[in-house]
């Protein structure tokens, strides 16, 4: 096919991507700006948009379900709604694999494994997961990108923006700008396979001490910027665990707890999508040691400043030092700091530091249930930021910010009991930003990877 045909190809997929997603959209908006209008919003439009989101598959599912995990980003009757939205973009046919690994690897791709399933073990929004061998026997994954995800995602990123015009028409207490940029940035990256090879690679370092902790290994020699081929590894889902002996659980819950918590304190990177689809469980000796690290599209990689600025919110909450938790503040990006703009932010700092802050076991929410987490505080903060005045989310922040609801929600889901404070301290005694500095570029240059400026 010539150049000149592809390009008008990709040109009319991103034409009948933005007419697609408008349609959607525009009549689900339309919806919401009647019912703000007049009275009544609630479940039934939230339905209607999650409706029309997933009837349309790929990129604009990830995206929604990345706003539906932002607290407080949407109104929870939305939120509730997009995250029953499942990944579950139509697999690509034998036949179409086939064009498509001919495309990655040549015309003798077939010939580089001891065995390919052209049927996929998974289907994501960006891609399907194939299980193959590799010419040693060895158990791979093979993560193959659908076509032409660059134009869809570009084209639901666009529409994107017109959601959130209507959501700061709406709500002009919460400034999305940023979070927009944050979530661009992050959707962007997930399309690149090469980069997810070194992401992965990177916590195959950091965590290597560690033997409660599983990162595949790369094969980068079966691997493109499409296609992301790693190691295999088996394991149960984690909410088969969930009504299983609580010390399995708390094994289970540590292991998340150090697998998060471990890669941020020592290279200032997170594993930034908390779906409980990129975790599972596995078993030696017919028990429960602990989780298997699964996709690595969406890792979030910080200047060592901003955890700097967790350690100083930590300290300056847990000392009552009005003035550290200022400066955390500060350094995260967040701007016109009066006192009652401290106050607000610090009623969502309590409670994603609640469980850190006090030496003792406990659940890392007494009595809530993991649907509702976090929910009273975001009802709390939006309501008060309402009456006060805006605030710009800063982009470093929201990432960040989900990441650790998502944390709190699997520990829900498993009711773990831990000492989260002595967890933490662990993980942060010694800490400086001199050091981290120095370490974080040694294991970002390992892998090809550069710090943040």
Request: aromatic content about 8%; some cysteine.
């Amino acid at each position: 096919m010539a150049e000149s045909d592809r390009e008008a190809n990709r040109f009319s997929a991103r034409a009948s991507r933005y007419a697609n997603v408008g349609a959607n959209m525009g009549g689900v908006a339309a919806r919401m700006a009647m019912a703000r209008l007049f009275g009544g919003e609630g479940t039934t439009n939230a339905a209607a948009l999650a409706q029309a989101l997933g009837g349309l598959k790929g990129p604009i599912m990830k995206v929604a379900q990345l706003m539906a995990t932002i607290p407080d980003l949407l109104p929870p009757e939305y939120a509730a709604e997009l995250q029953k939205l499942q990944a579950d973009a139509p697999p690509m046919g034998a036949a179409f694999v086939k064009r498509r690994m001919m495309a990655e690897l040549g015309a003798d791709w077939q010939t580089r494994f001891g065995s390919f399933d052209l049927k996929p073990a998974a289907a994501a929004s960006l891609g399907q997961v194939h299980k193959a061998t590799s010419l040693d026997g060895a158990a791979l994954a093979c993560k193959l990108q659908y076509p032409d995800m660059q134009s869809a995602v570009e084209a639901d990123l666009k529409q994107l923006e017109v959601a959130f015009a209507l959501h700061r028409r709406m709500n002009t207490w919460l400034d999305t700008s940023e979070i927009k940029k944050e979530i661009g940035a992050r959707v962007r990256e997930e399309l690149d396979y090469a980069r997810e090879a070194k992401h992965a690679t990177l916590y195959g370092s950091v965590l290597k001490d560690f033997d409660t902790v599983r990162v595949p290994v790369v094969h980068p020699d079966l691997s493109t910027k499409r296609l992301l081929t790693l190691g295999w590894l088996d394991g149960e889902r984690i909410l088969s665990f969930a009504e299983a002996p609580v010390e399995i659980r708390n094994r289970i819950a540590q292991a998340m707890f150090k697998a998060w918590w471990h890669p941020f304190s020592r290279a200032a990177v997170i594993h930034g999508d908390p779906h409980l689809g990129n975790y599972t469980v596995f078993s030696e000796g017919g028990e429960a040691q602990g989780i298997n690290l699964l996709d690595y599209g969406c890792v979030r990689i910080f200047h060592p400043r901003f955890v700097g600025g967790v350690v100083d919110l930590y300290r300056g909450l847990q000392n009552d030092d009005h003035d550290r938790v200022v400066h955390a503040y500060e350094v995260w990006g967040f701007k016109r700091l009066d006192r009652k703009t401290i106050d607000i932010l610090n009623i969502w700092a309590r409670f994603i530091y609640g469980p850190l802050l006090e030496n003792r076991t406990r659940t890392v929410a007494d009595g809530v249930k993991p649907g509702a987490y976090g929910r009273r505080e975001a009802f709390s903060v939006h309501q008060a930021l309402k009456e006060h005045g805006p605030v710009t989310v800063p982009q470093e922040f929201v990432f960040m910010d989900r990441a650790a609801v998502g944390l709190g929600a699997v520990f829900l889901h498993l009711r773990s009991e831990l000492n989260y404070h002595r967890l933490f301290e662990a993980e942060i005694e010694h800490f400086s930003l001199d050091s981290l500095g120095a370490r974080q570029k040694s294991a970002l240059e390992a892998v090809g990877l550069t710090s943040p400026a």
